[in-house]
């Protein structure tokens, strides 16, 4: 018995895929076993030497051959609308299109640069996806809920359905930029892996066996497969860091309070002990930099009340470079790393590309040191209970409106009904531990100034952003990697290293696993399922460091050849 | 019958008054109808003259004198010393005293400058005074409970008790401050005015007839005596502004996250929707700045995980200058008045105040608007749930350590026993309404440069801090004029402006009372009783523009005269 929420979920499914142009429907589809890998040569198959041309240049080219004229902002946006309608179909990986609009606004850009010769921002031209939690005027938000659909985030005749533009948007626009598609998420948000009622499941492009990653999935996979340059997702416990790692691109998780929230749909909306917070996710480092940049230039913080009347500080950013270019043994940056945190270890991918990283900074005059924190477990708690305060309450009101049921994913988080909600003083509580451990972890920071040999703590510290390349679907297991983050409201970047090799990438002999999550994890590794998968890390630096780990995860894109 | 917490708390007062040096107590204390003004001659009697010099200069002259090598620590730490003796047998305004450690710590400052010819830090041999929220290594904190005393925070074998410094103190000590005496508060410090079952009620000194403020009281009254040239207060709806206010004195409310909150004493710890700040109150507005800024350059971020990454900037402080200095009209300052939130008009003299500093902003070329905000009222409904998510668990918890009763004042807030907890939920409601709210005044204040004439929106918006120039003892009717502030998070100084005169004022001819609340107000004012009691007004700008209200605080204290 096809169900309500089934068939309008079916409908909404049918819709995304209608909306794309019939020229760039694809006949068949291949499994993942006749095509595990649709990067590269199998996509650009679909697409002509200008697009494919294109469509391969980042952000910041895209940026700077619009401006000189080379390209137009229609041919680059016909570009990667079509680019995108081939990942879609490949991967599940967007919500909605809206490509008559945004050829709509490169017509308009590319009028306005005939006119004036000039650019309208530093954005001129270059398209932007957008993760399925910003509102863009005629578009909708479903977030993933079935019960969402033809509502302003759940609610029927809300004024805003259809009008009303979230503050990044706004942003984007005044910036240049084109917008276009917006992408897939889980339901709920709450989930490394990307997967809901409507869209199904969205794949790793890279590795069609494995996870795009979540909550910001359908971003990773979008952009791991090249249709779009470079797009912005939210982060409350790796979303942003998690795809990113997953398809091998650069990533930045701000510190909350630096870029602007304002106007987001969300789950748990009010919930402020730990801030999901927005950030970019793109090919390059310096695409990732571009946006975050032109972003603050937005002067957000007379926008959003959430954000820090912090501007780009270029002084924060140039420090990094003149320590670089730097030969004096005083000069150097140094580093921690963290190569497992004591409850789950990382697969033998994950190891191998962290210790790479510490080789190529210790090769070229960098020092890096162990890092030994207070134990995360405490962390971990303390934010995983902010993901229940309310007990599911918010999360099962939004599946109620369907009656659509969780994923298996989403289930094992808020389980089948909600459950008591937590007191005030239950989270004040919390809170106060939060801060008591954000305090203990930012002196042991500050201790590192003892070792470092600088007379400085350390600039950042090496880490995985999960256990695995990716995980196995409703493999999920462990979050610490990324969690820990979000607890201490650090800055991150990630940096794609190498992929996943079978060859080389075995647990040792005997591995015993050191308990029973760690197990998991071990378990549910298989080097022949991962080969070929993307491995990346993080790099923390502490709170509103961003443009020196902007900086830092240039440089060091840079020395391992990214 | 005297119960137990009678005697402890009797016990306390006398302690703290017989650690009063023999030689500086007073033999009798006037009444309020034999003396009400208690401050400048009255005081002065009691002090030689190097004495009344050496405590009327202010915490800058002092910073300078010392660092000239003109005065010692110690001579300036034994003038405030005595004068703050003085002080406290005038208008009970301290907790806690610790002139010996304060002795030594000067004496060590005068061997090291003696030793090094030059000073420690900025604050070298400055006495700073410090609410009793503060904890300092060997000094009691009872926040004025009667259950506190003996223990830390109310439990009596924790480790930190006698040996644990708040951040603040640290820093205040690395400065080269020294530290004496700790300020009375209201129990809870949910009030705006003082009061305690251990020291009783806290005086303003200026007009013994009404309260000193709160719930930095103590340290209104104290600085208002110049039993200190500047101290530390906190403000979660009004408790360093309404205080500074009340007893003439300049004071800013910071931003939340600007200076170190941590490893203070507080109530309902872990409440984070509006937080309580940390902030300054001296007897000028350099005095302020200069306590600001040095907090600020012992880099606090590195120290307290809330505070955000940003040190003083000049450039801001700077730009109100080269304004002020600058003779074109598109180069001045633009404010905005509120003469009423449309809630309570104020009380006469406060009118008068508020009128003074719009004229003197107008003759020096300034342009005022007036200000219509999106309406108070629900932003105060908003704040004032924070204050009772825990349905006043935590404070009731306090009180039940001793068994001892709750103020009146705090009676009116938190009822005889605790009532009924917010859930996740509620609280999650709240904070959206909030930030609604604040992105709608924002907005509005945005707008506002469409009638600037400066095509900016105005620098800050002229209004009361109370409605009265000060409370009548249990006559606090009305907190809207200080908590908006709180709920907006802004920043927000004090500025003395003048003092009540019973000849000029009085409420119009037959005043009608716009509502019941209006009306209380109207009904307290006594032009006899509040004659010679101090007139201030606030600044408010927007979030983190500390910098910015400072240089306005000092170049409107200078306008005005002060």
Same mark, same amino acid.
């Given at each position: 018995?096809?169900?309500?929420?089934?068939?309008?979920?079916?409908?909404?499914?049918?819709?995304?895929?209608?909306?794309?142009?019939?020229?760039?429907?694809?006949?068949?589809?291949?499994?993942?076993?006749?095509?595990?890998?649709?990067?590269?040569?199998?996509?650009?198959?679909?697409?002509?030497?200008?697009?494919?041309?294109?469509?391969?240049?980042?952000?910041?080219?895209?940026?700077? /051959?619009?401006?000189?004229?080379?390209?137009?902002?229609?041919?680059?946006?016909? =570009?990667?609308?079509?680019?995108?309608?081939? =990942?879609?179909?490949?991967?599940?990986?967007?919500?909605?299109?809206?490509?008559?609009?945004?050829?709509?606004?490169?017509?308009?850009?590319?009028?306005?640069?005939?006119?004036?010769?000039?650019?309208?921002?530093?954005?001129?031209?270059?398209?932007?996806?957008?993760?399925?939690?910003?509102?863009?005027?005629?578009?909708?938000?479903?977030?993933?809920?079935?019960?969402?659909?033809?509502?302003?985030?759940?609610?029927?005749?809300?004024?805003?359905?259809?009008?009303?533009?979230? +503050?990044?948007?706004?942003?984007?626009?005044?910036?240049?930029?084109?917008?276009?598609?917006?992408?897939?998420? *889980?339901?709920?948000?709450?989930?490394?892996?990307?997967?809901?009622?409507?869209?199904?499941?969205?794949?790793? *492009?890279?590795?069609?066996?494995?996870?795009?990653?979540?909550?910001?999935?359908?971003?990773?996979?979008?952009?791991?497969?090249?249709?779009?340059?470079?797009?912005?997702?939210?982060?409350?416990?790796?979303?942003?860091? $998690?795809?990113?790692?997953?398809?091998?691109?650069?990533?930045?998780?701000?510190?909350?309070?630096?870029?602007?929230?304002?106007? #987001?749909?969300?789950?748990?909306?009010?919930?402020?002990?730990?801030?999901?917070?927005?950030?970019?996710?793109?090919?390059?480092?310096?695409?990732?930099?571009?946006?975050?940049?032109?972003?603050?230039?937005?002067?957000?913080?007379?926008?959003?009340?959430?954000?820090?009347?912090?501007?780009?500080?270029?002084?924060?950013?140039?420090?990094?470079?003149?320590?670089?270019?730097?030969?004096?043994?005083?000069?150097?940056?140094?580093?921690?790393?963290?190569?497992?945190?004591?409850?789950?270890?990382?697969?033998?991918?994950?190891?191998?590309?962290?210790?790479?990283?510490?080789?190529?900074?210790?090769? =070229?005059?960098?020092?890096?040191?162990?890092?030994?924190?207070?134990?995360?477990?405490?962390?971990?708690?303390?934010?995983? /209970?902010?993901?229940?305060?309310?007990?599911? /309450?918010?999360?099962?009101?939004?599946?109620?409106?369907?009656?659509?049921?969780?994923?298996?994913?989403? #289930?094992?988080?808020?389980?089948?009904?909600?459950?008591?909600?937590?007191?005030?003083?239950?989270?004040?509580?919390?809170?106060?531990?939060?801060?008591?451990?954000?305090?203990?972890?930012?002196?042991?920071?500050?201790?590192?100034?003892?070792?470092?040999?600088?007379?400085? *703590?350390?600039?950042?510290?090496?880490?995985?952003?999960?256990?695995?390349?990716?995980?196995? *679907? +409703?493999?999920?297991?462990?979050?610490?990697?990324?969690?820990?983050?979000?607890?201490?409201?650090?800055?991150?970047?990630? $940096?794609?290293?190498?992929?996943?090799?079978?060859?080389?990438?075995?647990?040792?002999?005997?591995?015993?696993?050191?308990?029973? +999550?760690?197990?998991?994890?071990? @378990?549910?590794?298989?080097? @022949?399922?991962?080969?070929?998968?993307?491995?990346?890390?993080?790099?923390?630096?502490?709170?509103?460091?961003?443009?020196?780990?902007?900086?830092? =995860?240039?440089?060091?894109?840079?020395?391992?050849?990214?």
């Amino acid at each position: 018995m096809v169900t309500d929420w089934q068939s309008r979920a079916e409908a909404k499914r049918d819709a995304i895929l209608k909306s794309l142009p019939e020229k760039w429907r694809l006949q068949k589809i291949p499994s993942a076993e006749e095509q595990k890998d649709v990067t590269g040569p199998y996509i650009q198959q679909f697409l002509d030497e200008q697009e494919v041309e294109i469509t391969e240049t980042d952000a910041v080219g895209i940026a700077e /051959k619009v401006a000189a004229g080379t390209w137009s902002a229609v041919s680059v946006t016909e =570009a990667f609308c079509h680019r995108a309608s081939l =990942a879609h179909q490949l991967v599940n990986c967007l919500h909605e299109t809206f490509f008559d609009a945004a050829l709509a606004s490169a017509k308009e850009l590319d009028h306005y640069y005939a006119q004036h010769k000039k650019t309208i921002g530093p954005l001129h031209g270059v398209p932007v996806s957008l993760k399925d939690q910003f509102h863009v005027k005629g578009v909708e938000t479903t977030m993933g809920y079935v019960g969402w659909i033809g509502t302003f985030e759940g609610t029927k005749d809300d004024p805003r359905k259809g009008t009303f533009e979230s +503050e990044m948007v706004k942003e984007l626009r005044a910036l240049g930029a084109v917008l276009y598609c917006k992408t897939s998420v *889980p339901h709920t948000l709450m989930s490394g892996e990307t997967v809901n009622n409507i869209i199904g499941y969205t794949w790793n *492009p890279k590795n069609r066996h494995i996870c795009s990653g979540g909550s910001s999935g359908g971003e990773g996979a979008l952009i791991g497969l090249k249709g779009s340059p470079g797009g912005f997702g939210t982060d409350i416990g790796g979303s942003i860091r $998690i795809p990113a790692a997953f398809n091998g691109l650069f990533g930045i998780r701000p510190t909350s309070g630096r870029l602007p929230y304002e106007g #987001m749909a969300n789950s748990m909306d009010g919930q402020n002990s730990v801030l999901s917070v927005v950030g970019p996710l793109a090919t390059t480092a310096r695409s990732v930099k571009l946006l975050t940049k032109t972003i603050l230039a937005q002067t957000p913080w007379l926008h959003d009340p959430l954000v820090v009347d912090m501007p780009w500080r270029d002084a924060e950013e140039q420090a990094v470079y003149d320590i670089v270019k730097s030969s004096s043994s005083k000069g150097q940056l140094t580093f921690a790393v963290m190569k497992s945190d004591g409850i789950v270890n990382p697969q033998p991918p994950v190891a191998r590309a962290v210790a790479a990283v510490v080789e190529a900074l210790t090769s =070229a005059g960098h020092k890096v040191i162990e890092w030994k924190p207070p134990s995360h477990e405490r962390l971990l708690a303390i934010a995983l /209970k902010t993901w229940v305060y309310d007990g599911g /309450k918010d999360v099962h009101e939004a599946f109620g409106l369907s009656g659509e049921p969780l994923s298996t994913q989403i #289930m094992s988080a808020y389980g089948e009904k909600p459950i008591k909600e937590f007191t005030a003083s239950e989270i004040s509580a919390n809170n106060r531990d939060k801060r008591s451990f954000q305090k203990e972890y930012m002196d042991y920071w500050n201790s590192t100034a003892q070792e470092t040999g600088t007379g400085k *703590p350390v600039d950042g510290v090496i880490c995985p952003v999960a256990p695995f390349p990716a995980a196995r *679907p +409703e493999k999920y297991s462990y979050y610490g990697y990324s969690v820990f983050v979000n607890g201490l409201d650090y800055t991150s970047v990630v $940096i794609p290293v190498t992929t996943s090799d079978k060859t080389k990438d075995q647990y040792e002999e005997g591995y015993k696993p050191i308990n029973d +999550e760690d197990k998991k994890v071990f @378990e549910n590794y298989d080097a @022949e399922i991962y080969d070929g998968a993307h491995v990346s890390v993080q790099i923390v630096g502490r709170r509103y460091t961003e443009e020196k780990m902007l900086a830092i =995860a240039e440089y060091v894109g840079g020395l391992i050849g990214k």
